[in-house]
């Protein structure tokens, strides 16, 4: 990896955007204008990668918002919640919901947030 592409190559964390997701959180990162604050500044510095999940509540729909109003293209990454506790709902309806949420239609992965669900078919 040369240190010129690093950027590239580099997937931006969202757990703790516009939400209190985490052990770690507290209500300052509670705040919807650093949020986009921290998107911008990331695009605005080349990086194009960001991971969020269906469990960081309003992640998805502040990155599909933002990307949307912006008119930037992002490489999309998200994980699935936890399936078992989702007895009554197929994943289809749940990818169709991130999907909806992130305002895309497209995504560069698609990502188990709990390792036992591998199992779970």
């Not at 709902?89 to 990818?95: D, G, Q, R, Y």
């Amino acid at each position: 990896m040369h240190l010129k592409n690093i950027k590239r190559d580099i997937i931006i964390g969202t757990a703790q955007l516009n939400s209190n997701y985490g052990i770690a959180n507290n209500s300052l990162n509670n705040n919807h204008a650093k949020s986009i604050e921290l998107l911008k500044y990331a695009k605005n510095n080349n990086f194009n990668s960001f991971d969020s999940a269906y469990a960081y509540k309003n992640a998805h729909k502040l990155i599909g918002n933002w990307a949307s109003t912006e008119k930037v293209s992002l490489n999309l990454y998200t994980k699935l919640p936890k399936l078992n506790t989702l007895p009554n709902t197929n994943t289809a309806k749940i990818f169709s919901e991130i999907i909806k949420d992130l305002n895309t239609n497209k995504i560069a992965g698609l990502l188990l947030h709990h390792s036992n669900d591998w199992k779970n078919k």
